[in-house]
């Protein structure tokens, strides 16, 4: 699923409860992570997360469903571009347009997440 695919059914989401459930229906979608994908776990977050690199594209998991959603979305951010163009990308700014409703421990995850990718 792409981006603009994931952006326009959790912008059309009003229910909080619902768009979290969403989120973490996004975190089934995750492809499996290839055996020669370089992965770096993040830390700062609440969940075990790694997220993974073949070339420009990107793979990811976590031990926690919502967490394993907001990995996806992120992926499907990043997924295809170079690192130029994702250290040029507003990650942070986009994921706060889509209106999801995190804990303090969760956004402390997605700023170590956005983080990882803007120092690629």
């Known amino acids: 699923m792409t981006y603009a695919e994931i952006k326009n059914i959790l912008l059309a989401i009003t229910d909080p409860v619902e768009k979290l459930e969403m ?3 996004l975190g089934r979608t ?6 020669d994908a370089a992965c770096t776990e993040i830390l700062g977050c609440a969940s075990r997360v790694e997220i993974c690199r073949k070339g420009n594209v990107f793979y990811g998991r976590a031990d926690s469903a919502l967490v394993r959603g907001i ?16 250290r040029q990308m507003d990650i942070g700014g986009e994921f ?3 209106n999801i409703n995190l804990g303090a421990g969760r956004l402390n995850g ?11």
């Open 96 to 98: 706060s347009m889509l």
């Open 23 to 25: 989120v973490m229906d």
């Open 30 to 35: 995750l492809d499996h992570v290839p055996d």
């Open 71 to 86: 990995v996806a979305i992120l992926i499907a951010m990043v997924n295809h571009k170079d690192t130029d163009e994702i």
């Open 110 to 120: 997605l700023q170590s997440m956005i983080s990882f990718f803007h120092n690629l």
